[in-house]
C-alpha cells in the first residue's frame, strides 16, 4: 500500500527557518515524482512543484520558485519542502502527494495527511 | 500563468445532478482530473483522464470533455458528497501542474 506520511504541526515565528518532510513507503520512492500542494485557511490547492527523487530534477510554479526549497534523501525515502525565511503569510496546510507523469497523464494519485505550518510572532 | 477557471459554488437537493465545470485554453491538449476534498481531510482523487473514475469512487461521478471546458457529474448527489471539488490539469508543456479555484457543492 502507497503510503505518504508527513511530519507534525509547526507553530514559528517570522523570520525563521522551517524544513517539513514527506516519508514515502509501498512502492519505489526512487522512480515517482513527488510534488507540494499548498492550502492557505479558507482557501484553494496551490501547486507549489515537484521533485523526481531519483536524480533530484526539480520544477516550480513561477508562484514560489525562489520561495521555497523543495529536496529529497532518497536513502530515507524522504521529500522535503523548506524555507529560509518564513513569513506570516506561509501559514497554510501543505500537502505532499505523488505525481504521476505516464502515457500524457499528470495528477496527483496518493496524498500525504498534510502538514500545518502557523507562522505568527 | 495558466489558470483553469470554476464556479466558487454549486447547490443541488438530494437526488438531483450536480454539474461542475472547469474551463482552461490547455484543456484540449491535457488532460483534466478532479479532487474531493471534505473539511479537515487531504483531497482524494475522483476522475482521472477526463473520465476515469478510479477504483473505490462511486458510479455516480462521471467526468467529460469538450474543448476549452471539461465537467464533472454527480448524479444522484448524497448528502455525503458534499465537499469542496477542484480541477486540476498541466499547462501546454505538460511540465507543470495548475489547480482551479474550487468549487463548493452544497446538498441543500
Known amino acids: 500500500e502507497v503510503q505518504l506520511v508527513q511530519s507534525g504541526a509547526e507553530v514559528k515565528k517570522p523570520g525563521e527557518s522551517l524544513k517539513i518532510s514527506c516519508k514515502g513507503s509501498g512502492y519505489s520512492f526512487t522512480r515517482y515524482w513527488i510534488g507540494w500542494v499548498r492550502q492557505m485557511p479558507g482557501k484553494g490547492l496551490e501547486w507549489m512543484g515537484i521533485i523526481y527523487p531519483g536524480d533530484s530534477d526539480t520544477r516550480y510554479s513561477p508562484s514560489f520558485q525562489g520561495q521555497v526549497s523543495i529536496s529529497a534523501d532518497k536513502s530515507i525515502s524522504t521529500a522535503y519542502l523548506q524555507w529560509s525565511s518564513l513569513k506570516a503569510s506561509d501559514t497554510a496546510m501543505y500537502y505532499c502527494?505523488?505525481?504521476?507523469?505516464?502515457?500524457?497523464?499528470?495528477?496527483?494519485?496518493?496524498w500525504g495527511q498534510g502538514t500545518l505550518v502557523t507562522v505568527s510572532s | 500563468s495558466y489558470e483553469l477557471t470554476q464556479p466558487p459554488s454549486v447547490s443541488v437537493s438530494p437526488g438531483q445532478t450536480a454539474r461542475i465545470t472547469c474551463s482552461g485554453d490547455?484543456?484540449?491538449?491535457?488532460?483534466a482530473y478532479w479532487y474531493q476534498q471534505k473539511p479537515g481531510q487531504a483531497p482524494v482523487l475522483v476522475i482521472y483522464?477526463?473520465?476515469e473514475r478510479p477504483s473505490g469512487i462511486p458510479e455516480r461521478f462521471s467526468g467529460s470533455s469538450s474543448g476549452t471546458t471539461v465537467t464533472l457529474t454527480i448524479s444522484g448527489v448524497q448528502a455525503e458528497d458534499e465537499a469542496d471539488y477542484y480541477c486540476q490539469s498541466a499547462d501546454s508543456s505538460g511540465t507543470m501542474g495548475v489547480f482551479g479555484g474550487g468549487t463548493k457543492l452544497t446538498v441543500l
Open positions: 502527494a505523488r505525481w504521476v507523469t505516464a502515457r500524457g497523464e499528470v495528477y496527483f494519485q496518493h
Open positions: 490547455a484543456l484540449p491538449k491535457q488532460y
Open positions: 483522464k477526463d473520465s
